[in-house]
């Protein structure tokens, strides 16, 4: 059974930082790409963050470039997002997923953030 358990938003300041984390279980975890997706109200699903399976490469959208970084852990099965420098516009709820060669149709709760003063 795949489980994705996503954790550490809240409410944050613009200027702020927060530290994501994702626990994957029902996987061979370390084989897989991994992602970090958010939604806000109204929009559509956007990838905001991938690293591959060793932990080598990452990238980014434009939009959070400089100021996340995705970081994993393959003897804990987690990944994490780091966000700094926090603004409005990164008010959403935050999802992580894996790939092989794709996304995963498969969700978990994802984690609120809300940055607002």
């Known amino acids: 059974q795949v489980r994705l358990v996503e954790s550490g938003g809240g409410l944050v300041q613009p200027g702020g930082s927060l530290r994501l984390s994702c626990a994957a279980s029902?996987?061979?975890?370390?084989?897989?790409?991994m992602g970090w997706f958010r939604q806000a109200p109204g929009k559509e699903r956007e990838l905001v963050a991938t690293?591959?399976?060793?932990?080598?490469?990452?990238n980014y959208t434009d939009s959070v470039k400089g100021r996340f970084t995705i970081s994993r852990d393959n003897a804990k099965n987690t990944v994490s997002l780091q966000m700094i420098s926090l603004k409005p516009e990164d008010t959403a709820v935050y999802y992580c997923?894996?790939?092989?060669?794709?996304?995963?149709?498969?969700w978990g709760q994802g984690t609120q953030v809300t940055v607002s003063s």
């Open positions: 029902g996987i061979s975890f370390y084989l897989y790409r």
């Open positions: 690293i591959t399976s060793s932990g080598v490469t990452t």
């Open positions: 997923n894996y790939a092989l060669t794709g996304w995963s149709a498969y």
